[in-house]
C-alpha cells in the first residue's frame, strides 16, 4: 500500500471517529431540545443551562475537530460523504437511550444506507489539486450560501409540521456543509486561513443554532436524515465547484454514484419512517 493510500485509510478512521462524536451529540441535543418551546436565541440560552446539551456542544467540537484533522488527510469528497453515517451510529444508541431496541427493519435501512455509501464513494476523486482562492471568492461563495440557508429559514418558518422542520433542518445541513467547506480550504491553504477559519466557524455556529430549531420539533429522524444528506452534498458541491475536485464521471461511475445516492436515499427516508411507538421520546419535565 502506498504513502497515499495510507494516508486516505488514516482519513477516513479520523472521519469515522468524528462521525461517531456527532452522531452522540445529535441524539443529546435531540432528546434535550425536545424539552423546549421556546424558540430562536432564547431557545439556544435555555439550551446553555443543559449540562446534557453542554455535552452535547463538547460532542460537536471533538467531532468537528476530528473532522478538521480529516479534511487535512484526505479531499473533502471522501471525508463528508462519510457523515451519512451519523444516522446510523446514532440509531442505537437513540434507541438505547430511549429504552428500545432497534428494530430489523431500522437495521436493514441502516444497512442500506451504509452500502449506498460505498458506492458513492467509488466515484468521489482520492486525490485533490492545489487551487488558491482569493478572499473576494471566498466572501462571494459566503453571500451565496448566506442568501439560501435565509430564503430556507424564512420557508421553514411558514410551512407548518413536518414539513418545515426538514426546510430547518435542510438550512442547518447547509451551513455545516459550507463550513467543512471553508474548513477545508483553511487547512490547505487553497485560501486566506483567516478569512475561511471565520466563515467556517461562523457556519458550524449557525448550523448548531438551526439544527436546535429542527430537534425540537422533530425528533431525531427527519431532522437528523435531512442534515446528514443534504450536508455532505453541499460540502461535495463546494468541494467540486469552488475547490476543483474531480469527479469522473464515466458510465460505469456515474451508474454506480446514482445507484448509491437512490439506496442511501431509500435507507434513509425508511429511518425516518419508525413507528410512533418506537420512536424515541423523551421524558418530558
Given amino acids: ?15 469515522l471517529t468524528s462521525v461517531l462524536c456527532y452522531a452522540t451529540s445529535a441524539v443529546l441535543q435531540q432528546r434535550t431540545a425536545s424539552r423546549q418551546t421556546a424558540g430562536g436565541v432564547l431557545l ?3 439550551l446553555a443551562r443543559e449540562p446534557r446539551w453542554l455535552l452535547a456542544v463538547a460532542a460537536t467540537v471533538g467531532g468537528a475537530l476530528l473532522h ?5 488527510l484526505g479531499p473533502l469528497t471522501i471525508v463528508q460523504p462519510l457523515g451519512v453515517l451519523t444516522l446510523v451510529f446514532a440509531l442505537p444508541l437513540g ?37 488558491r482562492l482569493t478572499p473576494a471568492t471566498l466572501v462571494a461563495a459566503g453571500t ?26 435542510a438550512a442547518a445541513a447547509t451551513c455545516y456543509g459550507f463550513a467543512s467547506g471553508m474548513a477545508r480550504t483553511a487547512i490547505t491553504g487553497a485560501g486566506s486561513m483567516l478569512v475561511a477559519g471565520v466563515m467556517a466557524t461562523v457556519g458550524a455556529a449557525a448550523g448548531l443554532g438551526l439544527a436546535q430549531l429542527a ?10 436524515a435531512t442534515v446528514t444528506l443534504v450536508d455532505p452534498l453541499v460540502a ?13 464521471l464515466t458510465p460505469l461511475r456515474l451508474t454506480l454514484g446514482v445507484g448509491g445516492v437512490l439506496l442511501t436515499s ?13 420512536r424515541s421520546v423523551p421524558a418530558r419535565r
Fill in 68 to 72: 478538521v484533522g480529516a479534511l487535512a
Fill in 1 to 15: 500500500m502506498s504513502g497515499h493510500s495510507h494516508t486516505l485509510v488514516l482519513a477516513v478512521l479520523v472521519a
Fill in 236 to 248: 461535495v458541491l463546494i468541494g467540486v465547484v469552488l475547490l476543483g475536485e474531480p469527479i469522473g
Fill in 215 to 224: 430537534y425540537r420539533d422533530g425528533g431525531l429522524g427527519a431532522p437528523l
Fill in 266 to 278: 431509500i435507507g434513509i427516508w425508511a429511518l425516518t419512517r419508525v413507528p410512533p411507538q418506537a
Fill in 95 to 131: 434507541a438505547r437511550l430511549a429504552g428500545r431496541v432497534v428494530t430489523p427493519g431500522e437495521w436493514r435501512a441502516a444497512a442500506a444506507v451504509v452500502l449506498g455509501l460505498a458506492a458513492v464513494l467509488s466515484v468521489t476523486p482520492h486525490r485533490a489539486p492545489l487551487l
Fill in 44 to 46: 439556544v440560552l435555555r
Fill in 144 to 169: 451565496v450560501v448566506t442568501a439560501l440557508v435565509v430564503v430556507l429559514v424564512v420557508i421553514g418558518g411558514r410551512l407548518r409540521g413536518s414539513g418545515g422542520l426538514v426546510v430547518r433542518a
